[in-house]
């Protein structure tokens, strides 16, 4: 009579392979003092093999139930063999417990189960390179089709037991296991001294106990322990997790393919370079330059032109004022009109062929594979800082729109890390604020491509220093969480998909134009028309210009301080496509003069300088989000006063990067003195870079821990 003993992952399939073997000559109990279930059963093509079915286990450690049962009764040796089921589709994991077994010194046959699966799923192992690798026979075969099952009981039933049946790990690791079995001589049997070597290195407390070792063997095994364990600076545990680790990568990369091999490696020779330490941000730099370059200077720029100077500029105005004309329309209906929609409503549109354009730019890069990787790159670059790579995923999102931007966050288990990627996000150019980094590029830098681009920089730079510095305090310290993503393999992009995706972005956006903004169009008109007792008034005397007067101060260090910027700036909370309508409605009535789709510029080359005008680009960038975002963030945040912390601290944040950008640009570019707010700028800048700069407070964990609860119960 010979025993058996079936080992494996739960999962791996032993269950099914007993049942099928044993077919009804099973019995069932428990082990002793435990309720884990004991199933024997006798092989029913040879009555005289007995099989025990061991607990599911990932590892001999003496930890669980399971563990132990298992280890005991395989050191207890009742078994003649070891049937090790394999999940062939998990070579990786399951391989871990396989290490093991073939050190207890019961000779091992490996049942590579699930091979059916493996097939279908294009995973090929080589059961002949396998055997080599691990010196120990492996049987390929299916408990669920019954495939190969008899051989590998037979296989099981006449294994006998071998030296070297085991995994070699490396020399110093060896070098140290051997003095230990020394040590040992003849305290065990030759065939267990490598099980006992190796859990006497592991520190494993049973064995210790078990074999009653002599004061002087113990003093010398816990030296070269503690030697080992600073030649490899980890302790011993860790040294022989992480080289079974390396000898199962051996392993599998020997027997191991995929199909998609042939694709995996090209990917991979683009990845090595994409993804590169070095390169991997100026490539990223390189092609975001690109996009832009075609989106905002050249290609979309040739759209937007002729929308803004023939179509809103010529025809629509041209042809609308001759028709109302001809059907007597009241003057004042005209003039909301031609004055109030088709100006704002028509400088919102004309930027439809630009971010046609981006929106394509941007769809290719995500439907070929290259944002996933960007993924990838943030990751490493924001956990260098103690961020996650998780927040990124909302930013890449929020570069459509800040709302689902934002409502992505919701995969960041880290309630700390979630509220700040909550609080950051929106930093990102929205697609709503495209066209006012178009308007600003084209109005003021018509020859420097680098003006788009750098909005997007800006934003990013926002992300990250903001990362660094709110880490640092107590209200989001702690350390980030892991963040696993499998790299989809590069493919060409699907057409389809990127003319559905650029499509649907660019409706949304012409949707937005004729809802929000026509209604916003019209109010602003009316504020700009009429003064608080409704008489029609010029401009500057308007409700808008005297609600304008009051805020514009505000901006005057930022260098747009009349009540024009202040009044578009406002509007963008609204929408921020607002401040583009705002200023078409506002500046085409100036100039009325001017003919063509260029008088905004003209209108704004005159009220401001191109710093203030960078300014005030980078204030509308990072301040507060449009009322919807603003909505979307209150429900993530679930509570007001986080709200108003991310929104106080993104308006704050937008008007002291802005207030250092016009001061130093303005003096520097355009000849501006120095004057007390160049003072401030400066005071503020030295502590920015304090804050970002200053060096970790460590709160003690237990402190933090209890903070997660008190943060996490406000819920
Ligand atoms: P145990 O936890 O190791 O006892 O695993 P089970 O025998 O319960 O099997 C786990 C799952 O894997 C079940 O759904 C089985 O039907 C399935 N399974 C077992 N062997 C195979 C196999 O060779 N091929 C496939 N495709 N599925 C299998």
Redesign the pocket.
Known sequence: MREIALV????????????LVTGSNQRVGNWPGVTVDRKEGFWKEDKELKIQ?LP?IYSLSPYTPEEIIARDYLLARQADAILN?V???NLTRNLYLTTQLLETGIPVVIGL?????AE?NGQQINADKLAYALNTPVVP?????N?GVSKALKEANQVAYHEDAYPVYSDRLEAALGEIATILGQTVAERQARWYAIKLFERDIRVSQELSLSQFQTKEIEEIIAITEKIFDEDSESILINERYSFIEGVVKLCYSEEADIKATLSDRIDRIVTNRILALPIFAGVMWLVYYLAIQTVGAMGTDWVNEVLFGDWVPNYLAAGLEAVNVAPWLQNLILDGIVAGVGAVLGFVPQLLVLFFCLSILEDCGYMSRIAFVMDRIFRKFGLSGKSFIPMLVATGCGIPGVMASRTIENEKDRRMTVMLTTFMPCSAKLPIIALIAGAFFPTSSWVAPSAYFIGMTAIVLSGIALKKTRLFAGDPAPFIMELPAYHLPIFKNVLRQTFDRGWSFVKKAGTIIFVSSILIWFMMTYNFQLQEVAEGDSILASLGRVIAPIFAPLGFGNWQAAVATISGLIAKENVLGTFGILFRNISEVSENGQEVWGALQAAYTPVAAYAFLVFNLLCAPCFAAIGAIRREMGDFKWTMIAVGYQTGLAYIVSLIIYQYGHIIFEGGSFNLMTIVATGLFLAMLYLIFRKERKVPQAIMNMEDIIVGSEK
């Open positions: 494996g992952n739960p999962n791996s399939g032993k269950t099914s392979l007993f049942n079915d599911g089921i999940d062939g589709t189960n699930m091979m059916d699966l279908k075969m299916s408990a669920l089709k495939r």
